[in-house]
């Protein structure tokens, strides 16, 4: 499985922006897909996951700001932020994990949320 992420930028706070994760490969095998991120000096915490059943997890810090979806037409998920925040900024990780529990990781993309 390969992930291609894209979408990341340079936003002012309160403003939105939307992140793409393109999977190739094995992709049948995928059951568990979302976007961690990485803040500058912090371990990589979850944001958002969706299951192929389409169970949802956010983390509290996200919720009713964040919205994760995906278009299996395209083999991609999305992930849609809303009202950016600077503690928001960080680099972006598609993440997926298949049936076999293994991990799979695209490239990160940044987003940067200015004050």
């Known amino acids: 499985v390969q992930l291609q992420a894209s979408g990341g930028g340079l936003v002012q706070a309160g403003g939105s922006l939307r992140l793409s994760c393109a999977a190739s490969?094995?992709?049948?095998?995928?059951?568990?897909m979302g976007w961690y991120r990485q803040a500058p000096g912090k371990q990589r915490e979850l944001a958002a996951t969706?299951?192929?059943?389409?169970?949802?997890n956010y983390a509290d810090s996200v919720k009713g700001r964040f919205t994760i979806s995906r278009d299996n037409a395209k083999n991609t998920w999305y992930l849609q932020m809303n009202s950016l925040q600077p503690e928001d900024t960080a680099v972006y990780y598609c993440?997926?994990?298949?049936?076999?529990?293994?991990?799979?990781w695209g490239q990160g993309t940044l987003v940067t949320v200015s004050s």
């Open positions: 969706t299951t192929r059943a389409g169970y949802t």
């Open positions: 993440h997926a994990r298949d049936n076999r529990l293994t991990n799979y």
């Open positions: 490969g094995s992709i049948f095998s995928i059951n568990v």
